[in-house]
Every structure is written in structure tokens, then in C-alpha cells.
């Protein structure tokens, strides 16, 4: 109905991409990584938010403010391709991810 493609993602994942948007869900029996502190129900999902710039700032600006960063950097897929993730929680534990895709590979960053 809204035209998401829907992907088949590593560790038994399933993902919605709209567009240059991705929601990655989480299925039963999946393996993400990182592990969710309160393991995420089938359905559920994290969400990722594209960094502009090399994956580095990102690290830099979580750093800045205290955010403690669960996993990376490290290399993952994304609604434009391949790029660079750090993984950090919300105040309410909640998993969220920046990602940096690298010039001239599906995205805009500088670098």
C-alpha cells in the first residue's frame, strides 16, 4: 500500500525501505546485534537516522553530549547501500543508530 520494498536483512532481519528511508525490524528468532537490554518483541524495530559526514563527527557529537555508544563503528546496509553505523539508546533505552554512507556510494556525505 505505501510501496516499501521489503528486504531480507543478515541475522534474521526483515526491513521496510521507502524511498532513501529504512525501517529494520526485528523478527522471531532474529539475532541483532547489538542486543536490545529488553529484547525486542517480533515487529518491533530500531530506528536509524542518516549522519551527513564521515562517521566520525557522529561519534563525536554522541561523545559531546555523554551518550554512551553501544557498538561501532561499523560497517551495515542501509536504505542508500553500504556505510558506516554507531549505535546508541535513547533515554529510554530504546536502540538508535547514525549512519554515514560513504561519497559517491547512495549518499551525500563529504570526504
Not at 524495530?45 to 563527527?57: A, M, Q, R, T, Y
Not at 538508535?96 to 556510494?105: A, N
Request: net charge negative.
Amino acid at each position: 500500500m505505501l510501496g516499501a520494498e521489503i528486504l531480507d536483512l543478515p541475522r534474521g532481519r526483515k526491513a521496510y525501505r521507502l524511498g532513501d528511508q529504512q525501517l529494520n525490524v526485528h523478527l522471531r528468532g532474529s539475532t541483532p546485534e547489538p542486543v536490545a537490554r529488553v529484547r525486542v518483541t517480533p515487529g518491533n524495530s530500531d530506528l536509524c537516522f542518516v549522519w551527513d559526514g564521515p562517521i566520525d563527527g557522529a561519534v563525536a557529537h554522541l561523545r559531546d553530549r555523554g551518550i554512551a555508544i553501544e557498538l561501532g563503528p561499523v560497517e551495515r546496509t542501509g536504505a542508500r547501500g553500504d556505510g558506516t553505523s554507531v549505535y546508541f539508546r535513547d533515554p529510554d533505552g530504546s536502540l538508535l543508530e547514525f549512519i554515514s554512507y560513504r561519497p559517491g556510494v547512495g549518499g551525500d556525505a563529504p570526504a
